[in-house]
């Protein structure tokens, strides 16, 4: 469904995302049951760019929605129904498991083809546990083919008038666990027809429409991305490969650890370091929501910020292996990665922090320099700052880390991160 008549704006913070910071990231549009209590939300593209394809719009709304906010502050605790077309989904059906079946209800544009492809593809849906709801449904020969797999049919009783309404309601209902949507509900006389008709589902201007999720689109790396998206595609990856590419961009860091904090994957440890969250996610639920990022559109912050970012990584990697051990090694680069979230997301720290999940020692080292690793992040900001006199010094003897050793630590994360991004710039 695509609606097209004026919007009203969302006052609320998404996320943390100031509005001052951006515009509409997507649209809602309530649905109720026959009670008038709220079922969920219809999402929209509100994209600023009006060449986005099919299936841009589609990864845009999937991507704004679960990944740069989480999709409780979108739909809350109730049901989100996500458009696609007939040529999009045998192309997005790989990318699908990132979302959450029980949460996510699969709607089928009216304009859809009806093939044998197409028939395959919702069973298999369907198997996966989604909702499969037809948008704007007319019965005729073709549309038909599809019911017995619907749980959903909306009708656009505007469109439809009233006659028209009436006979599709009756030719449909008696369908063994087939809900029937009300679509296109603009005013109080549509309403009650629909209503003494036996509407299960009810969506229109009549109860709301579409209002605006504001905030700020957060940007990835475009090498990393891509140079991601061609190891995922190696059968012969390996994890250690997939997390050193991983970590040289901090926003898909932290777009990672957001898919692993949705409320479908029912974390309940805390994330040590990004090879944790892609242990938890798997390669094949990367890959596709890899994927949805790069059908939605890239862009980047100055490299200098990344080059910050990533000195402080191998310096915060380096300092916990020699104070703990390789093994927690991991635990120090993905400190030092995070360090400048805020500067990447333009958000406070406050606010991205909490939504990450990560242990309390991580927590406490970024929300506010406490604890051992907040003493370590500290030391590694100082010395890539140049401030010496601020390194506690009483500290590092404690650990048998001399001031020669701190600077070669230095130099080795500089040369690090300047052939690390050189390497990224000529792929």
Not at 81 to 99: C, E, K, T, W
Not at 281 to 288: T, W
Request: charged letters at 25%; one cysteine or more.
């Amino acid at each position: 469904m695509n609606e097209d008549a004026p919007i009203k704006e969302q006052d609320s913070d998404i996320s943390g995302h100031s509005r001052e910071y951006g515009g509409a990231l997507l649209a809602r549009q309530p649905i109720f049951n026959n009670k008038q209590a709220l079922l969920g939300y219809e999402l929209l593209c509100r994209s600023a760019d009006k060449t986005l394809s099919n299936a841009q719009a589609t990864a845009d709304v999937i991507v704004n929605a679960f990944s740069e906010m989480r999709i409780q502050d979108v739909v809350g605790e109730k049901l989100c129904f996500i458009n696609f077309s007939s040529d999009l989904l045998p192309v997005l059906l790989p990318v699908l498991s990132p979302l959450p079946p029980r949460r996510v209800v699969i709607e089928i544009l009216e304009f859809t083809q009806v093939d044998d492809e197409l028939i395959t593809t919702i069973k298999l849906l369907k198997d996966m546990g989604y909702q499969i709801a037809l948008d704007d449904f007319q019965i005729n020969s073709e549309a038909i083919k599809l019911l017995p797999y619907a749980d959903i049919v909306k009708l656009d009783v505007l469109a439809l008038g009233q006659l028209m309404t009436v006979d599709h309601f009756e030719k449909l209902s008696n369908i063994n666990g087939l809900k029937l949507l009300a679509e296109k509900v603009e005013d109080h006389e549509t309403y009650n027809y629909c209503l003494d008709l036996g509407f299960d589902y009810f969506q229109g201007y009549f109860f709301a429409k579409p209002d605006l999720i504001n905030g700020r689109r957060i940007k990835e790396n475009k090498q990393v991305l891509l140079r991601l998206m061609g190891m995922l595609n190696n059968p012969d990856v390996v994890v250690d490969e997939i997390e050193q590419t991983l970590t040289l961009d901090p926003v898909l860091s932290f777009k990672i650890l957001r898919l692993v904090n949705s409320a479908s994957m029912g974390l309940s440890n805390r994330v040590e370091s990004i090879r944790h969250a892609i242990t938890i996610i798997g390669l094949e639920r990367l890959r596709s929501w890899l994927m949805l990022v790069a059908l939605a559109s890239l862009s980047d912050k100055p490299e200098a910020l990344s080059l910050k970012a990533l000195e402080y990584a191998k310096m915060c990697e380096r300092l916990v292996e020699k104070i703990h051990g390789a093994e927690h090694a991991r635990n120090g680069f993905c400190l030092g990665l995070f360090a400048l979230l805020d500067a990447f997301l333009d958000v406070p720290m406050e606010t991205i922090v909490p939504n990450l999940s990560l242990s309390h020692s991580l927590t406490q080292a970024l929300m506010g320099r406490q604890g051992e690793y907040g003493m370590l992040l500290a030391i590694a900001e100082a010395l890539g700052e140049g401030r010496w006199d601020d390194i506690n010094e009483a500290y590092l003897n404690a650990q048998d880390i001399s001031l020669d050793q701190l600077m070669h630590i230095k130099l080795e994360a500089e040369y690090w991160s300047e052939q690390t991004l050189e390497t990224l710039s000529q792929l």
